[in-house]
């Protein structure tokens, strides 16, 4: 089983809806959680960076992170067309693995006008 | 441009050529990760430097791998006697400390045939 677990979708929604995408992760150690943008051929983009548990928002981006449950989301207010992509969430400890990151496959994101 | 940038952006080369990859991190940061990333699954950790200090390998880095980052600057990934199974997105990463969040290259795309 891997550590991070993330529904690959495809996930196809309207423009102008809410979107919801979901990691769940086996490793209590995981401390900073982070939610990347990645458009076909490019480099991942960082949307969302969050400590512990919590909330962040930032513009139409809503980042939660549930410890106890080994949960996270990422919420996608208005959503468009240009939102689509695939997102990947990643963790990381912090400390003893020097900060890399464990991902998740990816969740594709299709924003249809 | 100042993020992290990658050279080349695609390389394609036969079964048992060796293949070079170079990144240039965000210039004031000292730790640089790579990372690889097969079709439909999120990126995995390869290799992590600080400054000019390998710190950490995985164990998907085979003998085959070989990366340096000389005075603690740019990096090079090298890849010798390539196989099928290299092929793959090689991403690098930058951050300036382990809590910090990790910037990412756009990539560069590795066609063995």
């Known amino acids: 089983q891997k550590e991070v677990e993330q529904d690959p979708g495809p996930l196809s929604v309207p423009e102008g809806a809410i979107v919801s995408l979901n990691c769940t992760y086996s490793?209590?150690?995981?401390?900073?959680f982070m939610w990347y943008r990645q458009y076909s051929r490019k480099g991942p983009e960082l949307l969302m960076y969050?400590?512990?548990?919590g909330n962040k928002e930032d513009g139409r981006f809503t980042a939660q992170v549930d410890k106890s449950s080994k949960y996270i989301s990422l919420f996608i207010r208005d959503s468009q067309p240009s939102d689509s992509a695939t997102y990947l969430c990643?963790?990381?400890?912090?400390?003893?693995?020097?900060?890399?990151?464990?991902f998740g496959q990816g969740t594709i994101l299709t924003v249809h006008p | 441009d100042t993020g992290v940038s990658q050279d080349p952006r695609h390389k394609i080369t036969k079964r048992g050529q060796n293949v070079t990859f170079r990144c240039d991190p965000i210039?004031?940061?000292?730790?640089l990760y790579w990372y690889r990333q097969t079709l439909g699954q999120g990126p995995e950790f390869l290799t992590y430097?600080?400054?000019?200090?390998?710190?950490?390998k995985s164990r998907l880095l085979s003998d085959r791998f070989s990366a340096e980052r000389p005075k603690g600057s740019f990096s090079t990934l090298e890849i010798q006697r390539t196989e099928q199974g290299d092929s793959a997105m090689y991403l690098c990463?930058?951050?300036?400390?382990?809590?910090?969040?990790?910037?990412f290259g756009p990539g560069t795309r590795l066609t063995v045939l």
């Open positions: 990463a930058s951050s300036d400390n382990r809590v910090s969040p990790q910037f």
């Open positions: 490793n209590s150690a995981f401390q900073y």
């Open positions: 969050t400590y512990s548990s």
């Open positions: 990643a963790m990381s400890d912090g400390g003893t693995s020097y900060g890399k990151l464990t």
């Open positions: 210039s004031e940061h000292n730790r």
């Open positions: 430097f600080q400054n000019e200090a390998q710190l950490e």
